[in-house]
């Protein structure tokens, strides 16, 4: 439990310092353009667009960072703050303040919004604006003097250590050995946290002083991934062979390394092949001097070939570097492939990516196994979420609708993914878990959604539909027979389960409050509200159009002892994993008897329109009615 605690700690860690920066790549591509083309050893010296550069690195970009940094702990007043803050460090320093700005940045959030819980409900009325801007300049003023006096020299001197240590390393031949800590965390879960929070600010300050780095090119190198990648090329087996050329050009010319990463979790001891080849590329590097005068972002062989100084030698030592690596990781990923048994499960690869990073992967639906044509003659489409409780019959019961209005009878129906059934034909449900109804029903047509609510799948299923469908008119009507026998719930929605103008730090926080509402009411036992915790990190509850729908587990379905629902509303949103969410459904479900009203809940909310109408709702009736006027 300890190491699954330390590893999801670094994960947030990483993670909180690449989001800091990867906001912010257009800015450093813009400066690393202007400083490639204009400074006196770039490809058109010119004397009065190079004075662009100094001010870009020394000001925009820790300032960005601060801002953004600020941000992501306190929204917009986390951002003032944070960049008020960051000026100090700025000033206090004649280097770039990259990794000034991001311990400032976070602190000035960090600090604005405990002073903001601390004053709220405690500010009268009328006075909120004043308080607002005097607060956030106050302690802004403070935090940039602060940052001035005593954390500026101490980056400073942190940041020079830093430097004399990388041109020991060089000097004494050991730059390579970066290779053993770079190529795996990067594919275990540390991927752009190693560059943009460490290296980037490092390699800018060399850039200032010697006109390259050669730490831009520790990481961002995408020789190991070809040459790995190549090996599964040449010597791969079923799936993964299949997709290894399309994953080497999309990780060599587009630079998205995570690509990579599934096909080196299938089998494991390739990382010692992306180890080996990052070292030799390295070493290419240092022996022929190598370096970038921008940062390369993304990874691709384009960016690095742009930002590379313009001069014969530079282009030799880079080329180099990247196509020994590539031919190091390629002869020892051959090697791997050859004498040992491959996992041939490379979504199951992706998946489990995924949960090493602690987010969601923006390839991983590249890996999901191909789907066929629409099956002929659809008379049974199933929608699937982990409990078959609350996504899952909010997509059917839209689908449904859709599958209505267009004169269509195909039974449209939800449940667990363990439960689909044999004979479905259509398998609809988040990307996350399209894996697993895959493995239940392989023979299924598979659909993948990430937005339940709005989805454009749904549109273009039923006008596939509509081109072949053969459905009797018995079975539609024993399924329309069995929907009108749920039980009446018109009780289920009740004024004092709805709250309005609500304030959550964190999701946890909001989907911990409606779980407390349900218990409250005696619709749930205490557990379900962790069960509703998991339920979330299995597989976001976010469910598109700023609304969230948190629920138990499968598992969870015997602590609830009748349905139930609480409505929450936050005008200024809560994050759900980067998404905005301003209407929160508690569920409970029992029996199926929940299942009308978040019917009628799902239609209402497909609509922005009504979305809308209920975040400004003033009371808990004019809330209700939205819904049930739907």
């Known amino acids: 439990m300890a190491q699954s605690n330390i590893k999801v700690a670094v994960q947030k860690f990483g993670n909180f310092l690449s989001s800091m920066v990867m906001p912010n ?7 690393g353009l202007i400083t490639a083309l204009f400074i006196p050893t770039g490809f058109f010296p010119n004397e009065s667009l190079a004075k662009l ?43 770039p303040m990259f990794l000034g700005a991001m311990i400032m940045g976070p602190l000035g ?36 003097i602060l940052a001035f006096l005593g954390v500026s020299p101490a980056v400073d001197g942190f940041t020079g250590a830093l430097v004399v240590g990388v041109d020991w390393m060089v000097a004494h031949g050991l730059l390579p050995l970066t290779s053993i800590l770079i190529e795996p965390a990067k594919i275990l879960f540390l991927n752009n946290a190693i560059n943009h929070g460490i290296l980037s600010p490092i390699g800018a300050e060399q850039i200032r002083t010697n006109g390259q780095s050669i730490l831009l090119l ?74 970038l005068q921008a940062v390369a972002s993304p990874g691709s062989i384009l960016a690095i070939l742009a930002a590379t100084p313009g001069n014969a030698g530079s282009y030799v030592a880079n080329i180099s570097g990247v196509l020994v690596a590539a031919l190091v990781s390629f002869i020892v990923g051959s090697l791997i492939l050859k004498t040992g048994k491959q996992s041939e499960d490379l979504d199951e690869a992706a998946r489990k990516m995924q949960e090493m990073k602690g987010k969601k992967s923006s390839v991983a639906g590249s890996f999901t196994k191909q789907q066929g044509e629409v099956p002929a003659s659809v008379q049974k489409i199933v929608f699937a979420c982990d409990a078959g409780m609350g996504s899952s019959a909010m997509g059917a019961s839209l ?4 599958v209505k209005q267009a004169d269509l009878n195909i039974s449209v129906t939800n449940t667990a ?35 339940f609510l709005s989805s454009p799948e749904y549109d273009k299923l039923i006008d596939q539909l509509k081109n072949d469908h053969t459905t009797s008119k018995a079975e539609e009507e024993k399924r329309v027979s069995a929907e009108n026998n749920t039980d009446s719930n018109d009780g289920l929605l009740k004024e004092e389960n709805v709250f309005l103008n609500q304030h959550f730090s964190s999701k946890e926080e909001a989907i911990r409050f409606a779980g407390s509402v349900l218990v ?10 962790e069960a509703m915790i998991d339920r979330d990190n299995m597989t976001s509850t976010y469910m598109g159009n700023d609304v969230a729908i948190p629920h138990g587990t499968e598992e969870a379905k015997k602590n609830v002892l009748r349905s139930g629902f609480t409505v929450i509303q936050v005008p200024e949103g809560v994050d759900f994993d980067g ?29 922005m329109d009504n979305i809308e109408k209920m975040v400004h709702a003033k009371s808990a009736k004019e809330l209700m009615a939205i819904i049930q006027s739907n």
């Not at 000026?87 to 206090?92: E, F, K, N, P, Y």
Request: charged share 15%; aromatic share 10%.
């Open 25 to 31: 790549i257009g800015a450093f591509i813009a400066w």
């Open 53 to 95: 550069v100094d001010p870009m690195v020394k000001y925009l970009l820790p300032l960005l960072i601060g801002y953004t940094g600020g941000k992501l702990v306190h929204d917009q007043r986390g951002g003032v703050v944070g960049a008020i803050a960051t000026m100090g460090v700025i000033v206090g320093s004649d280097i």
């Open 109 to 144: 959030g960090y600090i604005i919004k405990k002073f903001d819980q601390f004053i709220e409900g405690k500010v009268k009325t009328g006075f909120e604006m004043l308080i607002n801007n005097f607060s956030a300049g106050i302690l802004g003023g403070i935090l940039a």
């Open 218 to 291: 520790l990481e961002t190198n995408p020789g190991p991934g070809l040459g790995i990648l190549l090996a599964y090329c040449f010597f791969g087996k079923g799936t993964a062979k299949q997709s290894a050329p399309g994953a080497a050009i999309i990780h060599f010319i587009g630079g998205i390394h995570e690509i990579y990463f599934p096909y080196v979790l299938m089998r494991p001891l390739l990382i010692i092949a992306a180890i080996l080849g990052g070292m030799s590329g390295v070493f290419t590097f240092v022996l022929l001097g190598g370096g």
């Open 399 to 402: 689908l449904r609708k859709k």
């Open 417 to 451: 993914i363990s439960n689909i059934p044999s004979d479905a034909q259509i398998v609809i449900t988040q990307e996350e878990l399209t894996p697993r109804a895959q493995n239940k029903v392989p023979d299924a047509y598979h659909i993948s959604v990430d937005n």
């Open 520 to 529: 409250k009411g005696g619709y749930v036992e205490e557990n379900y509200v």
């Open 579 to 607: 998404e905005k969410v301003r209407l929160i459904f508690g569920i409970a479900g029992k029996d199926g008897t929940h299942l009308e009203i978040l019917s009628g809940i799902a239609i209402t909310c497909s609509d």
